[in-house]
């Protein structure tokens, strides 16, 4: 079962990006260009969603973006970033090559995003993996 977050929103509106929850999994697609105001956005409703649901993973879903530039590099950093402090892991899906060699050119790492070839991948990578401490979770050396 998926809800959306936040509010009552079951598809793009202008300036809102829904995130949807599948479990323990926040799903983000991104379509066309975002602009300043819907990336604040954003930022703000995947934060307040992992804190209210206690998420632990966020797929951003970027198959529908054809141009990639460093404001949409450093937004997907930084939502990696915050996502991470908050103790939840970030997987970028639907790359197209033109977008991955456009990233490498700008020389964009994106420090904190994992990515995955499909949706389903990222899923079962976010479900299977158990939490480690690096992303807030404890971690159990054996002797």
Known sequence: MSEAFPGPHAGPVTGHVPV???GEVLLVTLQG???DSTAQQL??????????SGATGVIIDISGVEI?????????AEIAGQTEL????TVLVGMRPAVAITLVE????????HTALSTEVALDLLTR?????HFGGLRQ???
């Open 129 to 133: 993996h158990a939490p480690s401490s």
């Open 86 to 89: 908050l103790a939840a892991r």
């Open 106 to 113: 700008l020389g964009l790492t994106l420090p904190g995003v």
């Open 68 to 76: 990639v530039d460093s404001f949409l590099g450093r937004v997907l």
């Open 141 to 143: 050396e054996s002797p």
């Open 33 to 35: 260009d975002l602009h």
């Open 43 to 52: 930022q703000q409703d995947l934060a307040e969603t992992i804190s209210r």
């Open 20 to 22: 949807l929850r599948l």
